[in-house]
């Protein structure tokens, strides 16, 4: 059975507008009503064959497939090295200092995320190799709440006399 072309972009948008469970059950209710098959619906729709048959397996079991996509990806460093912030934590919050202003709650670091890492592999231990990168350290700087940046210090206002307006004759 061949579709027509508008009935094959309806079911294409409509599919791409849903994620998920809810994309393969209504992709294999979409086949089953058409009364076409999987190798059809691969052939006129562009629709994965493996996705249908999840989707049908749904429908008649039940049972929803869960998927791991929020298990997929890099692991965090945290996860490899469980006592890197408690370490980091321990080194910088001897070079912390408060904004002098008090107009915020932010801690600077005095500093810098280089610094941090070799002082991580002379007081800690840590090898080079298995140490993060410099980017990394310093994202992790910024999530532990320490800004990287140099300080303003408070300077005093300069006492200069006021301008006056001048008239022209």
Not at 29 to 38: F, P, V, Y
Not at 78 to 88: K, R, V, W
Not at 100 to 129: H, S, W
Request: with cysteine.
């Amino acid at each position: 059975m061949e579709l027509s072309l508008d009935v094959r972009e309806f079911l294409t948008e409509s599919a791409n507008n849903l994620e998920g469970p809810a994309r393969r059950q209504y992709m294999a209710e979409a086949c089953r009503t058409l009364k076409i098959s999987h190798r059809q619906a691969m052939l006129q729709l562009g629709w994965n064959r493996d996705t249908l048959r999840k989707g049908t397996h749904e429908i008649t079991s039940h049972i929803t497939c869960l998927d791991a996509t929020s298990l997929r990806g890099r692991k965090l460093v945290e996860y490899h090295l469980p006592n890197l912030l408690d370490d980091i934590c321990a080194i910088v919050n001897d070079h912390v200092q408060v904004d002098p202003t008090f107009r915020t709650e932010n801690q600077y670091c005095r500093m810098t995320a280089p610094e941090v890492r070799r002082q991580l592999i002379e007081r800690k231990g840590y090898t080079d190799e298995e140490l993060p990168t410099v980017q990394t350290i310093t994202t992790k700087l910024n999530v532990l709440g320490y800004r990287l940046t140099k300080v303003a210090k408070c300077r005093p206002q300069k006492k200069y006399p006021k301008p006056m307006p001048f008239s022209i004759i």
